[in-house]
T-cell receptor
Framework: DAGITQSPRHKVTETGTPVTLRCHQTENHRYMYWYRQDPGHGLRLIHYSYGVKDTDKGEVSDGYSVSRSKTEDFLLTLESATSSQTSVYFC?????????????FGEGSRLTVL | GNSVTQMEGPVTLSEEAFLTINCTYTATGYPSLFWYVQYPGEGLQLLLKATKADDKGSNKGFEATYRKETTSFHLEKGSVQVSDSAVYFCALRRNTGFQKLVFGTGTRLLVSP
């Protein structure tokens, strides 16, 4: 199994509070992604990174920011959480441009915003 | 734009039944196609892939053929097991430059003994 660790795995928070989810990989893969999974929507890309300090927006990036200061860590931050951000968040990694589509996923972080 | 359409679930089958989960896609050019599987409480895992027309991807008894003429990539298995119960996602990725993976909404499969 790919070495991907997400933390926390479960979090309950209140509207308006900041939340940071962490993804840590031990594979030294260049590309990292944050997805959210919601019923009826499948997986939707929030942000992705193609190298240290190199990030870009996905299709549902509003209300989220990311940072990648080291190859192994990719942080997703909700500056002020809203109930619409209640979801399961998955981190994924891929090795190279040639391997796009072949993603390895973490086990997910379930976030509930009350 | 690029999109993937999957059949709505859940699909409920008895053990040893034949499985088909339909997937059709819309894309410019010739994308690569993928099936991912998500077991309860876990992240997604790549099940199989096909990178060009008429390619057949296969793994763990599952197979899917890339049909350009019908823009389809249906997942099949001849005899399902209870352990195949999971959510299955079809996905595509265009093959030019850095292209993100686009997922379908997922189809839940429930297999009973």
């Amino acid at each position: 199994d790919a070495g991907i660790t997400q933390s926390p795995r479960h979090k309950v928070t209140e509207t308006g509070t900041p939340v940071t989810l962490r993804c840590h990989q031990t594979e030294n893969h260049r590309y990292m992604y944050w997805y959210r999974q919601d019923p009826g929507h499948g997986l939707r890309l929030i942000h992705y990174s193609y190298g240290v300090k190199d990030t870009d927006k996905g299709e549902v990036s509003d209300g989220y920011s990311v940072s990648r200061s080291k190859t192994e860590d990719f942080l997703l931050t909700l500056e002020s959480a809203t109930s619409s951000q209640t979801s399961v968040y998955f981190c994924a990694i891929s090795e190279s441009e040639a391997a796009f589509g072949e993603l390895f996923f973490g086990e997910g972080s379930r976030l509930t915003v009350l | 734009g690029n999109s993937v359409t999957q059949m709505e679930g859940p699909v409920t089958l008895s053990e040893e039944a034949f499985l088909t989960i339909n997937c059709t896609y819309t894309a410019t050019g010739y994308p690569s196609l993928f099936w991912y599987v998500q077991y309860p409480g876990e992240g997604l895992q790549l099940l199989l892939k096909a990178t060009k027309a008429d390619d057949k991807g296969s793994n763990k008894g599952f197979e899917a053929t890339y049909r350009k003429e019908t823009t389809s990539f249906h997942l099949e298995k001849g005899s399902v097991q209870v352990s195949d119960s999971a959510v299955y996602f079809c996905a595509l990725r265009r093959n030019t430059g850095f292209q993100k993976l686009v997922f379908g909404t997922g189809t839940r499969l429930l297999v009973s003994p």
